[in-house]
Protein backbone atom coordinates (compact mmCIF):
# COMPACT_ATOMS: atom_id res chain seq x y z
CA UNK A 1 0.00 0.00 0.00
CA UNK A 2 1.70 3.10 -1.59
CA UNK A 3 0.93 6.06 1.47
CA UNK A 4 2.78 8.49 -0.51
CA UNK A 5 1.81 8.79 -4.06
CA UNK A 6 3.35 10.80 -7.02
CA UNK A 7 1.08 9.83 -10.02
CA UNK A 8 2.88 12.26 -12.42
CA UNK A 9 5.93 9.87 -13.59
CA UNK A 10 7.09 13.20 -15.35
CA UNK A 11 6.76 16.92 -16.04
CA UNK A 12 7.62 18.97 -18.98
CA UNK A 13 8.24 22.67 -18.37
CA UNK A 14 9.18 25.92 -20.39
CA UNK A 15 12.01 28.02 -18.79
CA UNK A 16 11.14 30.57 -16.61
CA UNK A 17 7.52 29.01 -16.26
CA UNK A 18 6.09 27.70 -12.98
CA UNK A 19 6.42 24.05 -12.15
CA UNK A 20 4.36 22.32 -10.06
CA UNK A 21 4.86 18.95 -8.64
CA UNK A 22 1.81 16.86 -6.70
CA UNK A 23 2.04 14.75 -4.01
CA UNK A 24 -0.65 12.71 -2.32
CA UNK A 25 -0.98 10.78 1.13
CA UNK A 26 -3.28 8.72 2.69
CA UNK A 27 -2.03 8.34 6.17
CA UNK A 28 -3.63 11.49 8.42
CA UNK A 29 -0.96 10.90 11.16
CA UNK A 30 1.71 12.31 8.96
CA UNK A 31 3.17 15.40 10.70
CA UNK A 32 5.93 16.80 8.21
CA UNK A 33 6.89 16.72 4.62
CA UNK A 34 9.70 17.47 2.71
CA UNK A 35 10.86 17.30 -0.74
CA UNK A 36 14.12 15.90 -2.15
CA UNK A 37 15.83 16.25 -5.76
CA UNK A 38 17.44 13.95 -7.24
CA UNK A 39 20.26 14.30 -10.45
CA UNK A 40 21.68 10.99 -12.14
CA UNK A 41 24.21 9.27 -10.42
CA UNK A 42 23.67 11.26 -7.01
CA UNK A 43 21.83 10.84 -3.89
CA UNK A 44 18.49 12.89 -3.17
CA UNK A 45 19.13 16.89 -2.12
CA UNK A 46 16.98 17.89 0.50
CA UNK A 47 15.00 21.50 -0.64
CA UNK A 48 12.53 22.12 1.26
CA UNK A 49 10.07 20.50 4.14
CA UNK A 50 6.96 21.78 5.85
CA UNK A 51 5.41 20.64 9.24
CA UNK A 52 1.82 20.09 9.40
CA UNK A 53 1.35 23.25 11.24
CA UNK A 54 1.75 25.60 8.21
CA UNK A 55 0.14 25.30 4.96
CA UNK A 56 3.16 27.01 3.09
CA UNK A 57 6.37 27.10 3.35
CA UNK A 58 8.81 29.40 1.07
CA UNK A 59 12.97 29.40 -0.15
CA UNK A 60 13.60 31.13 -2.67
CA UNK A 61 11.97 29.80 -6.24
CA UNK A 62 11.09 26.93 -4.23
CA UNK A 63 7.34 27.01 -2.16
CA UNK A 64 5.66 23.87 -0.35
CA UNK A 65 1.70 24.02 -0.20
CA UNK A 66 0.22 21.82 2.59
CA UNK A 67 -3.60 20.43 2.01
CA UNK A 68 -4.09 18.58 4.58
CA UNK A 69 -8.06 18.32 4.52
CA UNK A 70 -7.32 17.00 1.17
CA UNK A 71 -4.31 14.93 2.33
CA UNK A 72 -2.19 16.90 -0.77
CA UNK A 73 1.26 18.46 -0.84
CA UNK A 74 2.68 20.30 -3.62
CA UNK A 75 5.85 22.08 -4.82
CA UNK A 76 6.16 25.22 -7.11
CA UNK A 77 9.55 25.88 -8.70
CA UNK A 78 9.36 29.76 -9.74
CA UNK A 79 10.55 30.40 -12.39
CA UNK A 80 11.86 27.18 -13.54
CA UNK A 81 15.29 26.40 -14.81
CA UNK A 82 17.47 24.24 -16.63
CA UNK A 83 19.10 23.22 -13.92
CA UNK A 84 15.98 22.39 -12.34
CA UNK A 85 15.39 19.29 -14.41
CA UNK A 86 15.68 16.25 -12.15
CA UNK A 87 14.01 13.17 -10.18
CA UNK A 88 11.91 15.18 -7.12
CA UNK A 89 11.06 13.12 -4.81
CA UNK A 90 8.16 13.70 -1.93
CA UNK A 91 8.61 12.02 1.64
CA UNK A 92 6.36 12.07 4.73
CA UNK A 93 6.90 10.84 8.27
CA UNK A 94 4.59 9.81 10.69
CA UNK A 95 4.29 11.77 13.75
CA UNK A 96 5.85 9.78 17.06
CA UNK A 97 8.12 7.41 14.43
CA UNK A 98 11.51 7.96 12.90
CA UNK A 99 9.85 6.16 9.66
CA UNK A 100 9.95 8.27 6.13
CA UNK A 101 8.24 6.95 3.67
CA UNK A 102 8.75 8.24 -0.01
CA UNK A 103 7.15 8.58 -3.17
CA UNK A 104 7.63 7.15 -6.44
CA UNK A 105 8.91 10.50 -7.76
CA UNK A 106 8.45 12.93 -10.54
CA UNK A 107 10.80 13.72 -13.58
CA UNK A 108 10.56 16.96 -14.40
CA UNK A 109 12.89 18.48 -17.36
CA UNK A 110 12.82 22.31 -18.08
CA UNK A 111 13.26 23.13 -21.51
CA UNK A 112 15.36 26.10 -22.83
CA UNK B 1 28.55 17.06 -1.39
CA UNK B 2 26.27 16.55 1.28
CA UNK B 3 28.54 15.03 3.91
CA UNK B 4 27.79 11.43 4.21
CA UNK B 5 29.89 9.15 2.41
CA UNK B 6 29.49 5.38 0.92
CA UNK B 7 31.51 2.75 -0.13
CA UNK B 8 31.99 1.04 -2.76
CA UNK B 9 30.32 3.02 -4.89
CA UNK B 10 29.70 0.02 -7.79
CA UNK B 11 29.27 -3.66 -6.66
CA UNK B 12 29.22 -6.52 -8.66
CA UNK B 13 28.59 -10.12 -6.87
CA UNK B 14 26.45 -13.39 -7.38
CA UNK B 15 23.60 -14.93 -6.31
CA UNK B 16 23.94 -16.67 -2.97
CA UNK B 17 27.11 -14.01 -2.10
CA UNK B 18 27.27 -11.89 0.95
CA UNK B 19 28.27 -7.86 0.74
CA UNK B 20 28.95 -4.96 3.19
CA UNK B 21 27.51 -2.00 2.31
CA UNK B 22 29.63 0.81 4.62
CA UNK B 23 28.13 4.62 5.49
CA UNK B 24 29.80 7.72 7.07
CA UNK B 25 27.22 10.01 8.55
CA UNK B 26 27.70 14.02 8.50
CA UNK B 27 30.14 15.04 11.01
CA UNK B 28 27.79 15.63 14.30
CA UNK B 29 24.78 13.47 12.71
CA UNK B 30 24.02 10.66 15.55
CA UNK B 31 21.21 8.74 13.06
CA UNK B 32 21.52 6.96 10.33
CA UNK B 33 18.98 5.72 7.63
CA UNK B 34 19.16 2.84 4.92
CA UNK B 35 17.39 2.81 1.43
CA UNK B 36 16.99 1.20 -1.05
CA UNK B 37 15.56 2.08 -4.66
CA UNK B 38 14.73 -0.24 -7.27
CA UNK B 39 14.56 0.36 -10.60
CA UNK B 40 11.95 2.53 -11.34
CA UNK B 41 11.12 2.63 -7.84
CA UNK B 42 10.81 4.79 -4.98
CA UNK B 43 12.85 4.99 -1.82
CA UNK B 44 12.31 2.56 0.10
CA UNK B 45 12.84 2.49 3.76
CA UNK B 46 15.26 -0.27 5.65
CA UNK B 47 16.36 1.05 8.79
CA UNK B 48 17.25 3.37 10.89
CA UNK B 49 20.27 3.47 14.05
CA UNK B 50 20.56 6.69 16.35
CA UNK B 51 23.90 6.77 18.18
CA UNK B 52 24.28 3.18 17.93
CA UNK B 53 20.68 1.89 18.37
CA UNK B 54 18.13 0.39 16.16
CA UNK B 55 15.56 3.03 16.12
CA UNK B 56 13.01 2.71 13.57
CA UNK B 57 12.70 -0.78 11.27
CA UNK B 58 11.21 -0.52 7.15
CA UNK B 59 10.53 -2.99 4.83
CA UNK B 60 13.97 -4.91 5.81
CA UNK B 61 14.57 -8.83 4.95
CA UNK B 62 15.63 -11.05 6.82
CA UNK B 63 18.42 -11.67 4.78
CA UNK B 64 19.51 -8.16 5.65
CA UNK B 65 21.37 -6.99 8.14
CA UNK B 66 23.06 -3.41 9.82
CA UNK B 67 24.55 -1.92 12.73
CA UNK B 68 26.18 1.34 13.99
CA UNK B 69 29.56 1.37 15.37
CA UNK B 70 30.50 3.89 18.32
CA UNK B 71 32.21 5.90 15.74
CA UNK B 72 28.83 6.17 13.79
CA UNK B 73 29.67 4.18 10.72
CA UNK B 74 27.31 2.46 9.84
CA UNK B 75 27.12 -1.06 7.50
CA UNK B 76 24.67 -3.07 5.40
CA UNK B 77 24.77 -6.51 4.95
CA UNK B 78 23.32 -8.25 2.46
CA UNK B 79 24.14 -12.21 2.55
CA UNK B 80 22.41 -15.04 0.34
CA UNK B 81 22.46 -12.29 -2.08
CA UNK B 82 19.19 -13.30 -5.06
CA UNK B 83 18.82 -11.34 -8.38
CA UNK B 84 16.01 -9.10 -7.43
CA UNK B 85 18.37 -7.42 -4.23
CA UNK B 86 19.99 -5.76 -7.77
CA UNK B 87 19.32 -1.99 -6.30
CA UNK B 88 20.75 1.50 -5.48
CA UNK B 89 21.37 1.56 -2.20
CA UNK B 90 21.30 4.79 0.15
CA UNK B 91 22.15 5.79 3.51
CA UNK B 92 21.03 9.00 5.18
CA UNK B 93 22.18 10.86 8.37
CA UNK B 94 20.11 13.43 10.27
CA UNK B 95 20.88 15.27 13.21
CA UNK B 96 18.85 17.20 15.50
CA UNK B 97 16.29 18.83 12.76
CA UNK B 98 14.59 15.86 10.73
CA UNK B 99 15.91 16.99 7.35
CA UNK B 100 18.39 13.96 6.25
CA UNK B 101 21.18 14.49 4.10
CA UNK B 102 21.59 11.16 1.61
CA UNK B 103 25.29 9.76 0.21
CA UNK B 104 25.49 9.15 -3.38
CA UNK B 105 24.72 5.46 -2.99
CA UNK B 106 25.78 2.08 -3.70
CA UNK B 107 24.66 0.06 -6.82
CA UNK B 108 24.56 -3.10 -6.42
CA UNK B 109 24.37 -5.62 -9.07
CA UNK B 110 23.54 -9.22 -8.65
CA UNK B 111 24.78 -11.56 -11.41
Known amino acids: DQQVKQNSPSLSVQEGRISILNCDYT??????FLWYKKYPAEGPTFLIS?????DKNEDGRFTVFLNKSAKHLSLHIVPSQPGDSAVYFC???????????FGTGTRLKVLA | DSGVTQTPKHLITATGQRVTLRCSPRSGDLSVYWYQQSLDQGLQFLIQYYNGEERAKGNILERFSAQQFPDLHSELNLSSLELGDSALYFC??????????FGPGTRLTVL
Open chain 1, 27 to 32: NSMFDY
Open chain 1, 91 to 101: AAKQGGTYKYI
Open chain 2, 92 to 101: ASSGIVDTQY
Open chain 1, 50 to 54: ISSIK
